[in-house]
Each structure stands twice: as C-alpha cells, then as structure tokens.
C-alpha cells in the first residue's frame, strides 16, 4: 500500500494533507483528492501538494486508502454511489459518528473500514488520532494505516464506547484550547504588550506546561501549586478563576459535545 485518496478536502482533510508530506511518510504525488468545488480544491491542491482529482471514481480507482472527509450526512450517499468500487477496498472514516457498526449497515460486501477521528494540529504532526479498536482492516492496512497516521501526533486505540468523551477533548478540545489561548492574550494586550507578544506569550505556556505535565507524569493540581506562592499573585489569579467559575465552564463545555 502506498498511495491515498481524499473524498472531501475540508479543514481537517487539508491538515492530515499537510501533516503527512510535513511527516514524510508519503509525498503529495501519492496523496490524492477529489471534492465537489473544484477550482477551491486545484487552489489547495497547488498550495499543499497533493494531486487533485476529477471525481469520486478517480480516487477510488487509484487510492490504496480511501478516507471518508466529507459531512457525516454525505458519507451514505458516497458509498451508495460508490458501492461497487468500493469492494474489497481499504477504507477509513474520520467523519464523526460513522463509527465500525453503523458503516456496516452501508458497506458493500469485501470493504475493509476503520473509523478514527484526527484534530487539527496534525498539520503540524503534533495532534491525536483517536482510532476505534473494531475494524476489519488487514493486518497490512492496518500496518499502513498506523504507519501513516500515526507520524502525525498521538495514535490512541479504543473501544468503541470511549471515542465520544475522548473526542470531546482530542477533538474539540483545540477549539477550546485556542479560546484560552484568545483570552490570555486579550488580557496581556489590555496590559501593554503588543498582540504578537501576547500571543507568543500564552502559546508558549501552554506548550511548555503541557510537555512539563506529560514528561513528569504530575498530577496538573501538583503543578499548579508549585507556582502558588502563599500571598502571591498566582494564588490571587487562581482565586479569580475558580470565582468566575472556569472548571465548571470546561466541564459544561465537554457535556455539550455528547
């Protein structure tokens, strides 16, 4: 297996794109891609590398990995139209919902599948890859497709079951991330500092507590009061959080995902 093909070139499409010519897994001759506004997909195509495609039919006939990216409503009507194709090819979805036992129902008889949900920083090979342990991949795909996908970031097997609140925070989580990351440097801005500083600023705290807190294996609590002077002004601004009610508001955050 080598090539792949991308039926659907959104915003996450486009980072697994990028993340995996970054990654150098594959080059963007054997990446693949069809959607429906073609001009817009010849312009990424251009901008990112990887080949574009006419049609369905074209990827799927040339694709060794054929990947689902369209809307979650427009994966039934792909399939169904691409039902003979499809046969006895190897397919991953990363369409939320579409997980092993609802692609059944549509499958043609032969099709190998596996469903996993990617984040956006795999643009940058930096993202998680959240993959349902059902799936009827051949060792040799899902060698492939490991391979592949997990030079992009964090590649996490699980149940079925547990992919709902692991997306809410491998896949929403970024959005809610970027929203912390907004606010921070909106307050640095109101202080003095200039928006690239700030932003410089919040980013690189968050990297750099995150790597502290997976290298140690601490727990983030612990982390929090190693820089909690008594009296000091960190303990004032953890104070302020907990006021305005910032757990609670992550935790609301993660329910409304489900």
């Not at 190998?112 to 009827?136: A, F």
């Not at 410089?200 to 502290?212: N, P, Q, R």
């Amino acid at each position: 297996m080598r090539t792949i093909g991308f039926i659907g070139m959104g915003n996450m499409a486009q980072a697994l794109a990028v993340g995996m010519i970054k990654g150098g897994k594959i080059i963007g001759e054997e990446i693949l891609a069809f959607a429906p506004h073609q001009e817009r997909l010849h312009e990424n195509a251009k901008r990112i590398g990887f080949r574009a495609c006419a049609s369905e039919e074209e990827v799927i006939e040339n694709a060794d990995l054929v990947v689902l990216a369209c809307k979650p409503y427009q994966i039934a009507g792909v399939i169904g139209e691409n039902r003979q194709a499809l046969q006895n090819k190897a397919i991953l979805s990363i369409a939320y919902g579409w997980d092993f036992e609802k692609a059944q129902e549509y499958l043609p008889d032969g099709a190998h599948y596996q469903y996993m949900i990617p984040n956006t920083p795999v643009s940058v090979c930096s993202g998680i890859l959240l993959v349902e342990e059902k799936n009827s991949f051949s060792e040799e795909q899902a060698a492939f497709a490991e391979e592949l996908f997990g030079s992009l970031g964090k590649y996490m097997k699980l149940p079925t079951p547990s992919i709902g609140a692991a997306n809410a925070l491998a896949g929403c989580g970024p959005a809610f991330i970027a929203m912390v990351i907004e606010a921070l440097g909106d307050a640095a801005v109101k202080h003095g500092l200039t928006r690239e500083q700030a932003y410089a600023l919040a980013s690189g705290v968050m990297e750099g507590t995150a790597k502290l807190q997976q290298e140690s294996g601490m727990h983030p609590g612990i982390l929090k009061d190693q820089v909690c002077s008594p009296g000091g002004v960190t303990i004032k601004g953890v104070a302020a959080l907990e006021e305005n009610g910032m757990r609670n508001a992550f935790m609301k955050a993660v329910d409304a995902t489900f």
